[in-house]
């Protein structure tokens, strides 16, 4: 790094009676900091030995870097020094000391040391050059004690110059800051010292580098559409295979009066950071910054003279605490719907972020990331998890809730990533999936829908299982809806994806507990394993948990085997066919054979992708039934029964053989204890074709009313109360599940429901 790589972009600006060093530090490769940087140090001291009247100091770099006229002044006194010191040539040559007898033997070195000291460690390290200093006077003194008489004289002439130079730092106000902390000094490595000392206060210019404006010129436009007041354009680019994801929003577009108020703002929000203990609850503390910001921004208009509307003033509040306490155009990119992954690869700031679009699949963004934004955002996610972020701690999954939007959150760091720190966001829908809402995006067939919600009515033990991406957590989301809101739910994840505020809100009895990440060593949480045994102790509940991962492996078979089994036991594991979650569970987990035999049902979704390899769309691939009777190898021994298979040429799920046949024995022995099915097999098949039959008339009315929202989680639990109540009145009035009877009500009063909620939505 040279000065080259500064150049000559600053300006002496006049402000009231103060001169301001304006920096233009936009094409510099590095950030602008004096304290971290000996090279932005050294041109500095160089501007102020030539203007020394410089109050102030303002680097623009995406945001500005303003050190005051305190942290200004102390870099003078050192620039005043080193003008003084440079100016006298004498200290420089030692011509002085060079008539002296035998001054040869010492000169050379001499002069070495000199350079060293003035032209090098006083601009780049002046504590360092102050350490230096003392040293050379301590050995210097040394070898006075040794020295020939003849060589005397000349000695202490040069340890009257370096006392010279001793003395001039010695009463800066930058070596009094230091001196108590300067012990084991590093020269020209360690810059602590100076972190310590100046510390710019930070105005971020968010509109400046995080956009690439410019839309591609050579891009053909395949799409335009709007979320929450910003503009997306999707282009296809020649010779990139990923389409391209351009933002536009809101805060891109302000007004230069608009503007002016919210960089004024900032400037004086910056000086209200959070507290560590407000991060405890981000909701509070996002309304408590929302309402400062817009009283502020009220406040500058009518100073300014500046008309805003009510409208025009919660959006500037709303960016406000995007930029503040928020997490800048990452929390944009969340609010829109259509995506569902976002990537911000390291190192950052050498490429833009990329996104995973529910429409075009792989997309690469105008949004470029600074490293301060990472920094930023690292910092916020270690508070709000709880968790360590760190060298001896390189991973940390957590999650992130905004309003608007929920994700997953899994961050990367040195020495595991060894180019720095990395983020991945995993969006997650606004509200739950439903059994409807997959049966109409063709991931699972109405009849599968019917079997899995006869399981679950079951109380049966499932696993959800697939590779990553595959929809799995969002099966099993999808799946707690299918329990009778009657029944109390406990879930247990290392990371809250399932969405458990909807369904409290829906009126579900239900439980959240967080446990320790697998990938976090120590920490105050509660292991996983210990977690899902307390849930054991917790009462009566259907027990789910988010994903298996290590040691609650064995709590998790340990609840399925004493049966907490009441009810259901459900959770997710990666694996991408029954026998691969076996494998994952006995030779990885080291869960005992015996043990696995405790799950009753394996569905294992997947991506399925297009013979271009350019689209991909989720589907279940399996549905499988895990038998008792093998030993060692269900797959050798026949302990693996398929009840649906994928079939790939048709895009569908198909029945098996063995279901066909009546051999499915999950479902004979949930039979078993109901007195209506026992020892009947087309009355067991009769009862989960009528469940297909309750989610198809969903999806129906749906369509033909166009109310998408008769799939959300709120209406199909509703319906799915509807049909147990139904069920069980006709039991009670003819003595047995009329499958027709039962859909034929069920059809009356949806359609009586479904007027209900138009004319609530009209009103």
Request: with cysteine; charged share 30%; aromatic share 10%.
């Amino acid at each position: 790094m040279v000065f080259g790589q500064i150049g000559s972009g600053y300006q002496i600006q006049r402000e009231g009676t103060e001169e301001i060093l304006k920096v233009d530090a936009t094409s510099w490769d590095f950030v602008p900091s004096i304290e971290d940087n000996s090279v932005v140090m050294a041109w500095i001291i160089d501007r102020l030995s030539e203007t020394p009247s410089i109050a102030r100091i303002i680097f623009s770099q995406r945001r500005n870097y303003t050190y005051d006229t305190e942290q200004t002044g102390i870099l003078i006194e050192i620039a005043n020094i080193y003008k003084m010191l440079v100016s006298q040539k004498k200290n420089l040559s030692l011509y002085e000391l060079s008539v002296y007898k035998n001054s040869y033997r010492y000169i050379e070195r001499w002069r070495e040391q000199m350079q060293y000291l003035l032209l090098n460690l006083m601009k780049y390290d002046p504590i360092g050059a102050y350490v230096e200093v003392r040293r050379f006077i301590r050995d210097e003194r040394i070898k006075i004690k040794h020295a020939d008489l003849s060589d005397v004289e000349l000695i202490e002439s040069y340890l009257e110059i370096l006392n010279q130079i001793y003395n001039l730092l010695d009463n800066t106000t930058l070596i009094k800051l230091a001196k108590d902390k300067i012990a084991g000094y590093k020269v020209g490595e360690d810059r602590g010292l100076y972190s310590l000392i100046f510390s710019p206060a930070l105005s971020p210019d968010f509109m400046f580098t995080r956009l690439m404006a410019r839309h591609p010129l050579d891009g053909m436009e395949i799409d335009v559409y709007k979320f929450n007041n910003s503009e997306v354009y999707m282009y296809d680019v020649p010779g990139d295979i990923k389409h391209l994801y351009h933002l536009t929003p809101p805060e891109f577009r302000l007004t230069e009066d608009k503007y002016d108020l919210l960089d004024t703002a900032r400037n004086v929000l910056a000086g209200h950071k959070p507290k560590e203990e407000e991060f405890l609850d981000p909701e509070r503390m996002r309304r408590t910054f929302f309402n400062i910001g817009k009283d502020l921004v009220r406040e500058l208009a009518d100073r300014k003279n500046v008309s805003l509307n009510y409208e025009e003033l919660n959006e500037l509040a709303s960016i406000l605490v995007r930029y503040t306490v928020g997490f800048g155009l990452i929390e944009v990119l969340l609010q829109d719907k259509k995506i569902q992954d976002i990537n911000v690869n390291s190192p950052i700031g050498q490429s833009p972020v990329f996104i995973l679009h529910e429409d075009y699949d792989e997309c690469l963004t105008n949004i470029v990331p600074s490293m301060d934004d990472a920094d930023g955002w690292a910092t916020k996610f270690r508070l709000l998890s709880g968790r360590p972020l760190d060298e001896a701690n390189p991973v940390l999954d957590t999650e992130l809730s905004i309003p608007g939007a929920r994700s997953r959150v899994a961050i990367v760091q040195k020495p595991l990533n060894p180019y720095g720190i990395a983020f991945a966001f995993r969006r997650h829908r606004d509200e739950p999936w439903t059994y409807p809402l997959f049966i109409k995006n063709k991931m699972m067939s109405p009849l599968c829908a019917g079997l899995l919600s006869f399981l679950i009515d079951g109380s049966r033990s499932m696993l959800f299982a697939g590779t990553r991406s595959s929809g799995k957590t969002s099966l099993l989301g999808a799946s707690l809806l299918e329990i009778m809101r009657k029944y109390r739910i406990i879930s247990v994840e290392d990371t809250l994806e399932l969405d458990v505020d909807t369904m409290r809100k829906i009126g579900y009895n239900i439980q959240a507990l967080k446990v320790r990440s697998a990938l976090t060593k120590g920490g105050t949480e509660v292991p996983a394993d210990e977690g899902i045994r307390t849930s054991l102790r917790m009462g009566d509940s259907s027990l789910i948990v988010g994903e298996i991962r290590s040691q609650e492996a064995f709590a998790l078979f340990e609840a399925m085997r004493i049966g907490a089994l009441a009810n259901v036991v459900a959770g997710t594991i990666h694996g991408d066919s029954p026998y691969g979650v076996f494998d994952r569970v006995v030779n990885d987990l080291k869960v005992p054979r015996t043990s696995f035999k405790a799950i009753d049902v394996i569905v294992v979704s997947n991506p399925v992708k297009s013979s271009d390899g350019l689209h991909k769309w989720r589907r279940v691939m399996q549905v499988t039934e895990v038998r008792k009777h093998w030993e060692e190898d269900p797959l050798r021994e026949q302990g693996f029964v398929d009840i649906f298979t994928y079939d790939p040429k048709k895009d569908s799920l198909d029945v098996s053989q063995d279901l066909a046949n009546g051999e499915i024995e999950v479902l004979k022995k949930i039979a078993g204890n109901v007195k209506e099915w026992a020892g009947d097999w087309d009355a067991i098949i009769d009862n989960i074709n009528l469940r297909a039959n309750i989610k198809e008339k969903l999806i129906d009315y749906s369509d033909k009313a166009n109310m998408p929202d008769l799939l959300e989680a709120d209406f199909v639990v509703d319906a799915n109360d509807m049909f147990h109540i139904i069920s069980d009145n006709i039991k009670e009035e003819v003595g047995n599940l009329d499958s027709k009877r039962i859909l034929f009500e069920f059809d009356n009063l949806l359609k009586g429901k479904i007027r209900e909620r138009k004319f609530h939505q009209s009103g």
